[in-house]
């Protein structure tokens, strides 16, 4: 099992930064691949940016490409959102999601995510 507590929502004005993060507990958050989804109301969780299980690799949704960098710490127990250049379009519910122990591949799709957080509130004001 796998518990995730995202942080670092707020407000911020276009062109901004903010830096999610996501911790985990459980003892084994270095052994599963861990993503980031996003989600306004009456839309579907949009994918965001996946890492794999040691960080060395990595994968971003297109529209947030250059903008957003994913990273984790396995020491921390966390997963990290780094965010720049927002725009009002990123305005969303941003939530931390984990797969599985066997699962090593990058995957895109919500569904394929065994646990998930409970999101953070990002605005972006124009």
């Known amino acids: 099992q796998v518990q995730l507590v995202e942080s670092g929502g707020g407000l911020v004005q276009a062109g901004g930064s903010l830096r999610l993060s996501c911790v985990a507990s459980g003892r084994i958050f270095s052994t599963v691949v861990m993503g980031w989804f996003r989600q306004v109301p009456g839309k579907e969780r949009e994918f965001v940016a996946a890492i794999s299980r040691n960080g060395g690799s990595t994968f971003y949704g297109d529209s947030v490409k250059g903008r957003l960098t994913i990273s984790r710490d396995n020491g921390k127990n966390t997963v990290y959102l780094q965010m720049n250049s927002l725009n009002p379009e990123d305005t969303a519910v941003y939530y931390c999601?984990?797969?599985?122990?066997?699962?090593?591949?990058?995957?895109?799709?919500?569904?394929?995510?065994?646990?998930w957080g409970q999101g953070t509130q990002v605005t972006v004001s124009s």
């Open positions: 999601a984990a797969r599985g122990e066997t699962k090593v591949v990058l995957t895109t799709t919500a569904a394929t995510y065994s646990y």
